[in-house]
């Protein structure tokens, strides 16, 4: 069943565990999701990013999505993720999104807060969630490599700024994470988080849930953290299994069943971390 993310959000955020966001890039990674997720009786948000998008083909993905969630017999958000403008959060929420995020991060303040404000008011206009983020989070989303995580981590008053004044559901502030693989250990500053969540009141999200160990994703979501995204994990599991299997199968429907065993393991995994197994 289809959902917004913020109630599946706040249910998690009053029974102490996360929801984890994955994001998906083929029809085999969005099935293993939906039915891992099933699977581990686990509510779920499936996302995609613009990027993705203009590469897989966007009314094919939209509409895959939207009815692969609408089947599940669990609880799923999807999420528009990384979106730098306001034609994409329109487009998304015209193409059966339930969930938005704007990404104006690397905008001055007022306008990263501008930008969110305009994002709430064309999501709750369709019932749906929004979301925005505040410093910078290391690596360039959906590459292979990663910065320096420690660089442009959120600053609570300034936190406390944008979601007060935007009005944004939930809030993604830069906490030390990196999207993609990590380059360097990760440096989570967990006491940044504690102290965001004592100032916000809505959801927050972890980006860049690929390569952490479990013990610090453990530790974010009992400092606060309501959503963890996972992206890149899926898509090493993907490749490897597909580099595998084909050498013995190359019949495809046989081939995608063997791979998206591989990355639902993965997702299980993600699942049992986040704590959301049984909770649908
Ligand atoms: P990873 O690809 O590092 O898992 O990050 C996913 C993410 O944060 C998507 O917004």
Redesign the pocket.
Known sequence: MLEPSIHLLNKARQGHYAVPAF?FHNLEILQAIIETAEKQHSPVILQISPIYLEKIGDIAAAAMAQEAAKAAKVPVALHL??SNSLQWIEWALAHGFTSVMIDASALPLDENIALARKTVELARAQGATSEAELGHIGGI?DAQETGNPDMGLADPVEALKLVTESGIDTFAPAVGTA??LYKFPPNINFSLIEKICSLVKVPLVL????GIPDDMIREAIKKGIAKV?????LKVAWAKSMAETLITEQEPWKAVLKVREAVGQVVEHKISLCGSNGKA
Do not use: A, L
């Open positions: 994001n993720d990384h989303e999207h993609g980006h860049g849930g690929s995204n996972v992206g890149t994990e």
